[in-house]
Protein backbone atom coordinates (compact mmCIF):
# COMPACT_ATOMS: atom_id res chain seq x y z
CA UNK A 1 0.00 0.00 0.00
CA UNK A 2 1.47 3.36 -1.18
CA UNK A 3 1.20 6.09 0.93
CA UNK A 4 0.47 9.74 -1.00
CA UNK A 5 1.36 13.10 -0.22
CA UNK A 6 -2.12 15.03 1.11
CA UNK A 7 -4.04 16.53 -1.82
CA UNK A 8 -4.55 20.31 -1.96
CA UNK A 9 -7.43 20.81 0.35
CA UNK A 10 -5.41 18.65 2.89
CA UNK A 11 -2.40 20.18 2.81
CA UNK A 12 -4.15 23.76 3.04
CA UNK A 13 -5.84 22.76 6.20
CA UNK A 14 -3.23 21.45 7.44
CA UNK A 15 -1.02 24.62 7.20
CA UNK A 16 -3.72 26.38 8.87
CA UNK A 17 -4.01 23.94 11.65
CA UNK A 18 -0.42 23.95 12.18
CA UNK A 19 -0.43 27.99 12.37
CA UNK A 20 -2.93 28.03 14.94
CA UNK A 21 -1.40 25.07 17.14
CA UNK A 22 2.02 27.40 17.21
CA UNK A 23 0.07 30.73 17.48
CA UNK A 24 1.14 32.26 14.66
CA UNK A 25 -1.50 34.54 12.48
CA UNK A 26 -0.84 33.51 8.69
CA UNK A 27 -3.60 34.32 6.00
CA UNK A 28 -5.81 31.72 3.97
CA UNK A 29 -4.06 33.16 0.86
CA UNK A 30 -0.66 32.28 2.11
CA UNK A 31 -1.69 28.78 3.23
CA UNK A 32 -3.18 28.33 -0.57
CA UNK A 33 0.08 29.50 -1.46
CA UNK A 34 1.88 27.26 0.53
CA UNK A 35 0.27 24.44 -0.11
CA UNK A 36 -0.22 25.18 -4.17
CA UNK A 37 2.98 25.30 -4.57
CA UNK A 38 4.71 22.39 -1.98
CA UNK A 39 3.23 18.72 -3.04
CA UNK A 40 5.41 16.82 -1.34
CA UNK A 41 4.66 16.09 2.69
CA UNK A 42 3.44 17.43 5.85
CA UNK A 43 7.15 17.41 7.04
CA UNK A 44 8.03 20.38 4.45
CA UNK A 45 4.74 22.05 5.03
CA UNK A 46 5.63 22.44 8.67
CA UNK A 47 9.22 23.59 7.47
CA UNK A 48 7.91 25.84 5.48
CA UNK A 49 5.13 27.51 8.13
CA UNK A 50 8.28 27.36 11.06
CA UNK A 51 10.36 29.54 8.28
CA UNK A 52 8.20 31.99 7.98
CA UNK A 53 6.89 31.99 11.60
CA UNK A 54 10.87 32.32 12.78
CA UNK A 55 11.71 35.01 9.98
CA UNK A 56 8.55 36.53 11.00
CA UNK A 57 9.08 37.14 14.27
CA UNK A 58 12.79 38.00 13.90
CA UNK A 59 11.62 40.98 11.23
CA UNK A 60 8.90 41.93 13.16
CA UNK A 61 7.07 41.72 9.99
CA UNK A 62 3.55 40.47 9.31
CA UNK A 63 3.13 37.24 7.11
CA UNK A 64 1.68 38.11 3.71
CA UNK A 65 1.70 36.61 0.34
CA UNK A 66 4.39 39.34 -0.80
CA UNK A 67 6.81 38.45 2.63
CA UNK A 68 5.82 34.53 1.98
CA UNK A 69 7.44 34.23 -1.47
CA UNK A 70 10.56 35.86 -0.39
CA UNK A 71 11.05 33.87 2.41
CA UNK A 72 10.09 30.93 0.85
CA UNK A 73 11.48 31.17 -2.36
CA UNK A 74 14.49 28.55 -2.78
CA UNK A 75 11.36 26.33 -0.87
CA UNK A 76 9.71 27.01 -3.53
CA UNK A 77 12.37 26.39 -6.45
CA UNK A 78 13.53 23.57 -5.20
CA UNK A 79 9.45 21.93 -5.00
CA UNK A 80 9.00 23.38 -8.91
CA UNK A 81 12.53 20.95 -10.29
CA UNK A 82 10.23 18.51 -12.42
CA UNK A 83 11.72 15.29 -12.70
CA UNK A 84 12.01 13.67 -16.61
CA UNK A 85 13.95 11.27 -18.62
CA UNK A 86 16.59 13.82 -19.80
CA UNK A 87 16.98 15.18 -15.57
CA UNK A 88 17.31 11.38 -14.73
CA UNK A 89 19.52 10.36 -17.54
CA UNK A 90 21.91 13.46 -16.70
CA UNK A 91 22.07 12.97 -12.89
CA UNK A 92 23.01 9.33 -13.57
CA UNK A 93 25.79 10.36 -16.13
CA UNK A 94 26.94 13.12 -13.18
CA UNK A 95 26.87 10.50 -10.89
CA UNK A 96 28.81 8.01 -12.99
CA UNK A 97 30.83 10.26 -14.48
CA UNK A 98 30.06 9.69 -18.05
CA UNK A 99 29.16 11.18 -20.97
CA UNK A 100 25.17 11.46 -21.91
CA UNK A 101 26.41 10.32 -25.59
CA UNK A 102 27.95 7.08 -23.63
CA UNK A 103 25.18 6.74 -21.57
CA UNK A 104 22.86 7.51 -24.65
CA UNK A 105 24.95 4.86 -27.06
CA UNK A 106 23.74 1.46 -28.32
CA UNK A 107 27.23 -0.02 -27.50
CA UNK A 108 28.53 -1.49 -24.54
CA UNK A 109 32.24 -2.52 -25.00
CA UNK A 110 33.48 -0.47 -22.46
CA UNK A 111 33.54 -1.91 -18.61
CA UNK A 112 31.98 1.66 -16.70
CA UNK A 113 33.71 1.45 -12.81
CA UNK A 114 31.14 1.29 -10.61
CA UNK A 115 30.77 3.82 -7.89
CA UNK A 116 30.31 2.39 -3.82
CA UNK A 117 30.82 -1.47 -4.97
CA UNK A 118 30.45 -3.49 -1.81
CA UNK A 119 33.33 -5.43 -1.56
CA UNK A 120 34.12 -8.33 1.18
CA UNK A 121 36.35 -6.76 3.79
CA UNK A 122 38.12 -10.07 4.78
CA UNK A 123 39.84 -12.42 2.67
CA UNK A 124 38.51 -15.64 2.08
CA UNK A 125 40.27 -18.67 3.41
Known sequence: ??????????????????AVERGVKIPDDVA????KRMRSNVRDLEGALNTLAARSNFMAKPITAEFAQETLRD????QQ???SISNIQKTVADYYQL?????LSKRRTR???VRGRWRWPFPRS
Open 111 to 113: SWP
Open 99 to 103: RMADL
Open 1 to 18: MAIEPPDFETRAAIITAK
Open 75 to 78: LLRA
Open 81 to 83: QVV
Open 32 to 35: YLIA
